[in-house]
């Protein structure tokens, strides 16, 4: 959903393993999801985000949907038909999400009419009989009134503009995203509970046509001046991406030819006065369609269809074959059907992890621009990318996901989410970068159901012969801000070169994380040659040298703006590129809260003996981390997993680290286990 050249010669790249996050569980797809009883509760019952209160104990598979619209006054008759999978033993009843401004009429199971009741966001419904684990179950809710509007307007009686064509109009549309389902159809409405596929029947004004998901499978005619529209969809789906555009609508069609002899519609419902405008975009669609089925695996629905519905909500949506448009510009296109796969193919498994849908649809608008125009139409989306992300505030990974404004902040979640991306890409190579994106987005555990951030960063992981790549997801999506260097250098003559002395200083604005470590590029400018260095800059402060064949006129950093920062570099006599004085310091611990392993940090202002320890809350010694050990006049970092010197895990709770050294102050540190 939207609001609205260069050669590098790369010496040396590490993946430095600083923290190793918890892994989340694995991934799920419907047709895996019931292989045993216990493990399809389990697995539902991983996903804690917004799930309501008596959802966990079953599983939508299906939804049909058959809506009557009414105008004047406006209204909606709705009847909804879910077959569900009970995940519990003696299942008695059921809750769905849907706003009580719509009444229930009355609700069926099994056939049977039975009991329902309506709080605030929920109907209750009896069941007609205990369901036993496993077994399918069909409830039907039989509802009216007119739908409510939250988020970003869940449902919309509007009409036309004055200079549009039709003027003044009837223009209805929906838009469900992030929680809007439930203010016009009852639902399980959680991202982690696709249906396998689904029934759109809309009843409305013969006039009218009606976009939505799949394929149009009839529209009939009835005796009283409306007609029923029919479409069927047959790929897992979640509640959000579910929808209906309703207007007079003019057709524009053009077709995706995917082989030599196989061609897929590419269906545009518009607004007459913008028949001109969607007809001059096709050929960018078609173009998109390619671009992104080359990168990231063929278009996930080309059984279906891909299209467009105009709506009047100021931007784009992402419904599941029909995306809702205001207008057809091209990165609004571009941006929509990416989440094609990235979204609605693989949806984010719970809304923290919104980065996964709108960082990636951002980012690959970035790569078919790439693709299209050349590198430098890239750069200039990812420089402006940069721009907003230095604006963003909070953790890419948004845990307040009830602030709307939040969960989708542009500068946070849409640019700084793809400049993640961007930035991944030079942490792993081109060629690692593109095979990962592309196995994420064609591995079948995700295919067609969901993932999480760990399991994106376990699939770019195994590009990379066992390295970790914790640190850089713990600081980029985990952590906040981003770092602010300043670099010093200076050369002197030795023997036939030139040794080059560079020192870079690393601050943030904030603790979490206490700095970022990256490969981060030198471009040394000689004296008619020029040359780029990769670095490893895993501490605050770090001196760095180098012999060049002839003398320096120059020093940038991170020259082709990879990483996300603010910098600022001095020439010095080379005697005082030094690291500043240090202090006896021990660090806050990172991550904190923890499981089950973080990293302590501490500074050391000369080479000493140090020793580092463990207590519990009730001051009892747990773990030996350092017994003596010299260490030099720079920062350090040692791993800590919460377990006994034996192996075993330690509990939940509050832990202390405690650092000494001769002729210093003891320092200590509150840490936090979560199990």
Known sequence: MVLDRI??????????????????????????????????????????????????SFDAVYYKLDLTLSLNPNKLRGCVTMDARSLANNLTSISLDLMSTLKV??????????????????????????????????????????????GFGSFTFAKTSATASPPNAPWIWSLSEPHGAKDWWPSKDHPSDKADSVDIWVTCESRFKVGSEGKLVAVINNSDGTRTHRWQHRYPIATY??????????????????????????????????????????????????????????????KEKYGHSQFGWGGGMEHQTMTSLVNFSEGLIAHEMAHQWFGDMITMRTWPDIWLNEGFATYCTALYYERKYGTSSYWTEMDYRMSRAQLAQGSVYVLDTSNVSKLFNSNLVYS????????????????LFFRALRNYATDHRFMFGTASTADFRATCESFLAGKSLGYFFSQWIYGESYPVYRYEWGSEKVGSGYRVRVLINQSTAGSNPPFFAMPVDLLFKLDGLDTTVTVLNDQQGQVYSFTM?????????????????????????????????????????????????????????????????????LGRLVRVLLDGQRFEATQHLVPFSAVTDAGAPLPSGIYYARLSAPGFPVRTTKMICIR
């Open 7 to 56: 050669v590098r010669v790369v010496v040396f790249v590490s993946v430095l393993p600083l923290v190793l996050l918890a892994q989340e569980s694995p991934a799920f797809r419907k047709g895996e999801l019931f292989r045993s009883e216990a493990s399809a509760a389990q697995q539902l019952l991983r996903s804690p985000h917004m799930l309501s209160l008596g959802q966990e």
């Open 105 to 150: 009429d009355s609700a069926f199971a099994g056939g049977s009419k039975v009991s329902s009741t309506q709080q605030p966001a929920l109907v209750n419904i009896s069941l007609d009989r205990p369901y036993q684990m496993g077994e399918r179950f069909t409830v039907i809710v039989y509802y009216n009134g007119v739908p409510g509007s939250s």
């Open 241 to 302: 991406l579910i929808s209906i555009a309703v207007a007079e609508y003019a057709e524009e069609i053009g077709w995706f030819k995917y082989t030599a002899s196989d061609s897929m519609p590419v269906l545009n419902y518009v607004l007459p006065s913008a028949v001109a405008s969607a007809r001059s975009s096709m050929d960018a669609t078609l173009l998109m369609l390619k671009i992104y089925s080359e990168l990231f695996g063929l278009y996930p629905f080309v």
């Open 416 to 431: 700084k989410g793809a400049v993640v991306l961007h930035m991944l890409r030079h942490v792993m190579g081109d060629s």
């Open 549 to 617: 064949p002839r003398i320096p006129v120059s020093v940038q950093l991170d020259p082709n703006n990879w990483i996300l920062k603010t910098s600022s570099g001095a020439m010095v006599a080379v005697e005082n590129v030094v690291e500043r004085p240090r202090t006896f310091a021990l660090y806050q611990n990172y991550p904190n809260p923890f499981n089950p392993s973080t990293s302590i940090i501490f500074e050391l202002p000369t080479a000493t003996i140090v020793r580092l320890d463990v207590y519990d809350q």
